[in-house]
């Protein structure tokens, strides 16, 4: 008998119930819900940063190839440009008189999660940088 005492109060301090431990975790559920549309937004526009990185180098290399031969290149590795490492966007240009050099997200939803579009980025011997697709993956304006 003195055992079964002993495992119901350690020095006399009680424990919690489980209906306290339920409202903590329903507490912590809620909080979660609210943070995770946030998290999402900020993870996507890190993950973007790739692209636009990516393709403020292609602009570099069109303008230094511009330069060199009078002509904007389509050919990636004839101007120089050989990404390393897993790449989440596949990267295009077309050359000539001017250029539009496009990053699209490889597969959709890698991005911007739970999107069915595919997000992508489009910069032109202008510099003009813009995006089909905000970070919500709801179409923007591009070019407006």
């Known amino acids: 008998m003195k055992d079964m005492k002993a ?3 350690v020095d006399g301090q009680r ?4 209906v306290e431990l339920m409202v903590v975790v329903a507490i912590i559920g809620v909080l979660a819900a609210l943070a995770m549309p946030k998290f999402q937004m900020f993870e996507a526009k890190s993950k973007q940063s790739e692209a636009k990185n990516m393709l403020s180098t292609i602009f570099t290399l069109q303008q230094s190839y511009f330069g060199d031969n ?5 050919d990636m590795t004839k101007m120089g440009f050989v990404p390393s490492g ?7 240009s077309t050359g000539g008189a001017t250029f539009t050099a496009k990053a699209q997200e490889t597969t959709a939803g890698t991005v911007l999660a739970g999107s069915s579009s595919k ?4 910069i032109d011997q202008d510099k003009k940088l813009c995006s089909q697709v905000d970070v919500t ?4 304006t591009c070019g407006s």
């Open 7 to 9: 495992l119901k109060s």
């Open 15 to 18: 424990g919690f119930s489980l």
């Open 70 to 74: 009078d002509v904007f290149s389509s």
């Open 86 to 92: 897993k790449q989440r966007y596949t990267y295009t």
């Open 119 to 122: 997000d992508e980025w489009h």
């Open 137 to 140: 993956g709801a179409p923007t």
